[in-house]
């Protein structure tokens, strides 16, 4: 079971973003692996507040977990990235925040355990998908378009022109760093002529000028099953952008809108909609013809209808996305008193009136 993240922080669910950068800080040095030398426990506790951390401090990511907890969140990152590997990665995205406490040199030497020059996981990516409502009940496959990063196919993700390759870096003799030596400190840094890629290409394909990746257009079948609602997220694993350098690809994550229908109220797995009948319909019962999301069906109408009661038919409703249960279609009666009486009709009415010796007058009929 995953801790709450706002209980990992030990802030309130409204806390602001100064109050959880606090709580963060906290525990940052509380759990720093300076601070505990070979301390596993004190690891897991660092990464942990940091996951935490990077979710609640970011809006979206903030608002995603509120609204679904970490299934909304799960596999997403706030800098598009992987989730945090080792501690380097922690440095790397929140040494901003230590930088005040541990200095630049604790800092920066932790940097070296980012991944600038090592294969990287391809960035996730998300996208919205909007279903019609009746698809809920069967789900549905939707071919999808779009464009994401790939690994350029002209050069193979090298980024160099056929023929000619990449070559080691004069600058950083191939490491992607340089390390200066100040004092007792050394400082490493990002080597400027390769930008930590420790290769530098003097050939760059003509495709990508280099980059080694491109902008590629992607179609994809997607499968959603039945059940599901707005806010639904489906998680294709390796379907997002290719990794870098051969690292593995991201995921990609489809979002569910589920358009409405404004014929029905959706409430879980039950459906509702508003039923119109004749007052004499309401009073003597009646067979209807009634439209739901599986065709024309008839309903029965018992006698003796109240305004607001709610006729139900079983199984017309929604199937839940997990478990084998469907939902009801639930009718809400709405009577429609009629605006005019013909001659006939109201003799009759007065014939049951005087019957039940109720008083005209009053307009009392008794019930
Ligand atoms: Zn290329
Ligand atoms: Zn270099």
């Given at each position: ?44 506790k ?32 706030g ?65 999808i ?39 007792f ?57 290719s ?24 409430d ?49 409703g ?25 001659k ?24």
């Amino acid at each position: 079971m995953k801790r709450d993240y706002y209980e990992i922080l030990g802030v309130a669910r409204d806390a602001d973003a100064d109050t959880v950068k606090k709580a963060y800080r906290k525990l940052a040095m509380q759990f720093h692996p300076d601070k505990n030398p070979g301390n596993k426990e004190a690891e897991d506790k660092f990464k942990e507040a940091a996951r935490a951390y990077e979710v609640i401090s970011n809006p979206e990511m903030r608002a995603r977990f509120d609204r679904f907890g970490h299934q909304g969140v799960d596999g997403a990152s706030g800098r598009g990235g992987p989730h945090f590997q080792d501690v380097g990665d922690i440095f790397e995205s929140f040494g901003d925040i230590f930088g005040d406490f541990f200095g630049q040199g604790s800092g920066g030497d932790r940097r070296r355990g980012g991944s600038s020059t090592g294969p990287g996981r391809g960035a996730d990516l998300r996208y919205v998908m909007e279903i019609e409502l009746k698809d809920v009940i069967t789900g549905i496959e939707n071919p999808i378009e779009f464009q994401c990063e790939d690994n350029c196919k002209t050069c193979q993700g090298s980024g160099a022109q056929a023929g000619s390759k990449a070559e080691t870096c004069s600058g950083c003799g191939g490491r992607g760093q340089i390390v200066r030596s100040q004092g007792f400190f050394s400082m490493a840094s990002t080597c400027p002529q390769c930008r930590g890629r420790g290769t530098v290409i003097t050939n760059p394909c003509k495709t990508c000028r280099g980059a080694g990746r491109a902008a590629v257009e992607r179609k994809l079948l997607v499968k959603v099953p039945a059940g599901v609602d707005s806010g639904t997220q489906l998680r294709l694993t390796g379907e997002g952008e290719s990794g870098i350098r051969g690292g593995p690809a991201g995921d990609l994550f489809v979002e569910l809108r589920v358009r409405p229908d404004p014929r029905f109220e959706r409430d879980g797995e039950n459906l509702y909609a508003p039923l119109e009948i004749g007052y004499l319909q309401a009073l003597l019962g009646a067979e209807v013809e009634i439209e739901t999301l599986r065709g024309k069906k008839s309903l029965h109408v018992p006698k003796a209808c109240q305004y607001g009661q709610q006729v139900k038919v079983s199984g017309q409703g929604l199937p839940s996305l997990r478990g084998s249960r469907v939902g009801d279609l639930v009718y809400v009666l709405k009577i429609v008193m009629p605006k005019k009486l013909s001659k006939e009709e109201e003799q009759l009415l007065r014939q049951i009136a005087e019957s039940k010796g109720g008083k005209e007058k009053s307009g009392f009929f008794g019930l």
